[in-house]
């Protein structure tokens, strides 16, 4: 016999969960890291036990997830698993899991990304409601455009595989023609594209030229325009054309380029030999505060793009858009006591895939974070410990000068040192667990209710975070929301 899910709620045990599943999402924040990943096993047990332990909860956190486009991964694993749960136990849901499963999916790429996780975790088949709520978004979010930017070939779950296997029903016109040229052009075949599909046709035509053909279109003076008739962003041409872009070309899809396109560009630019006319017109757009708080970048990505073009002509530029950036920065309430470590290594390892140090990184996000606190007191650590001083419209590049290298770092002498009534403690260095092997913890002594929060800016290995103590692999500007977001959620949920 079904139950409503209404009734499905167990108010005991649920608390530490709902924590556990909040932070889990927030980490995936912090760290870069999709939570549709088959092997994050936690998240997704958690969102199936809290689907019935408190499914109204559980519902509000995921419209939350979905409404913040980084952790969509999130709410699709937490949304997938809640139908699940419930179906599992025989609940009924009058819709609401269709209407669930629709709601979520808010970019083209989603409905893919979800039947792609189903399929890594359960296989066949796919539950009706789930079938009928991601056909529905497929009804929504599929048009030429969306096809264009997101259906890329060798994605696990291409548009026509979602359409063949949910079978939406478009009404008559251009989207049942661009579903059929869809259906018929799957897994390689020639198809014609429909005249009715003029940006698909388009780019058709443009796929079909020759390289030198293809060299031709980019030395037009309405190259940019045919380019975006046929739906071309800038990341495709490079790939189109066959080889990396000379000036002109840069050029030519510097329309198609909005802000983060030209910052991570930069050391192409300078490679391809673009004339200081044009890099000005560049550099004035990444200087401009407007554009900066539009594209919603943050210091972490601008340090990224400096280090990555030794060129000069982008310093001052970049040094103000760093400065514009900083009021992206969320202000921390209180006393605030930063400990940054600043061992050898740091200065001499690379971060990613990029010429930025682990130093580097680590100093930008916390004098970020300490310019930006209402009060804060930044601490440089290693063998010794000293203050920092951060003087009133001191900016990004001045307190950076300040740092240098040290030795291994006490994390544990510097908290005893300096802490004095701190209302949270923050711990930046390259240690997995804050503190090297064979010194103290250096949050142990902290009174109870102190929050501490520590960030393996090298990334090297993920150590298990306790209440009240949170630990995080490595930095990227998503890091500056988790404090705020976390220290919320222990005074009332977001949602």
Not at 302 to 323: D, M, Q, S
Not at 378 to 401: I, K, N
Not at 447 to 476: C, E, K, N, Q
Request: glycine fraction near 8%; charge should be neutral.
């Amino acid at each position: 016999m079904s139950a409503s899910r209404q009734g499905a709620v167990i108010p005991d045990r649920a608390g530490a969960a709902k924590e556990e599943l909040f932070f889990l999402a927030v980490r995936g924040l912090a760290e870069g890291e999709s939570l549709t990943s088959a092997t994050d096993r936690r998240f997704a047990d958690l969102a199936a036990h809290l689907a019935l332990a408190d499914a109204a909860w559980s519902c509000r956190l995921i419209g939350w997830l979905a409404a913040r486009e980084p952790l969509g991964s999130a709410a699709i694993v937490a949304a997938v698993e809640w139908v699940r749960a419930g179906l599992r136990a025989g609940l009924t849901a009058s819709g609401g899991n269709r209407q669930l499963i629709s709601g979520i999916l808010r970019s083209a790429d989603q409905p893919g990304e979800l039947l792609g996780y189903w399929f890594r975790r359960y296989g066949h088949p796919v539950p009706k409601p789930i079938k009928r709520g991601v056909a529905d978004a497929a009804l929504v979010l599929y048009d030429e455009r969306a096809v264009a930017v997101h259906d890329r070939p060798g994605g696990e779950v291409r548009f026509a595989d979602v359409i063949k296997m949910t079978h939406p029903r478009p009404a008559a016109g251009v989207q049942s023609d661009l579903f059929h040229h869809l259906l018929a052009s799957h897994g390689g075949s020639p198809h014609e594209v429909p005249v009715s599909l003029p940006r698909l046709h388009a780019r058709a035509a443009l796929h079909r030229l020759s390289r030198e053909e293809r060299r031709d279109i980019l030395r037009r003076a309405d190259a940019s325009d045919i380019l975006v008739q046929a739906a071309m962003t800038a990341d495709m041409i490079p790939g189109w054309l066959g080889e990396p872009l000379d000036a002109r070309a840069w050029r030519a899809v510097l329309p198609l380029m909005g802000y983060r396109d030209r910052l991570r560009a930069l050391r192409a630019f300078d490679e391809a030999g673009l004339d200081d006319q044009t890099a000005g017109e560049v550099a004035a757009m990444l200087a401009d505060a407007d554009q900066v708080a539009l594209a919603g970048v943050r210091p972490l990505e601008i340090l990224a793009a400096g280090e990555a073009t030794p060129a000069r002509r982008w310093g001052r530029a970049l040094e103000r858009a760093a400065e514009a950036a900083l009021a992206a920065v969320p202000v921390l309430p209180g006393r605030t006591l930063i400990l940054l470590d600043h061992p050898a290594p740091m200065f001499t390892e690379a971060t990613g895939n990029t010429a930025q140090t682990v130093a580097g990184r680590a100093a930008t996000f916390a004098r970020a974070l300490a310019l930006r606190a209402e009060q804060a007191d930044l601490v440089q650590f290693g063998g010794t410990h000293a203050r920092v001083p951060l003087q009133s419209g001191a900016g990004l590049r001045t307190v950076t000068e300040r740092f240098r290298e040290m030795a291994d770092g006490d994390a544990a002498a510097a908290v005893r040192d300096c802490f004095d009534r701190h209302d949270r403690v923050v711990i930046v260095t390259g240690e997995p667990r804050g503190f090297a092997r064979g010194q103290d913890d250096p949050v142990a002594a902290l009174p109870a209710g102190v929050p501490s929060y520590i960030w393996d800016a090298a990334g090297a290995m993920r150590m298990p975070s306790l209440p009240g103590r949170y630990v995080f692999r490595g930095l990227t500007d998503a890091a500056f929301e988790v404090i705020p977001l976390i220290e919320s959620a222990r005074v009332s949920w977001p949602f």
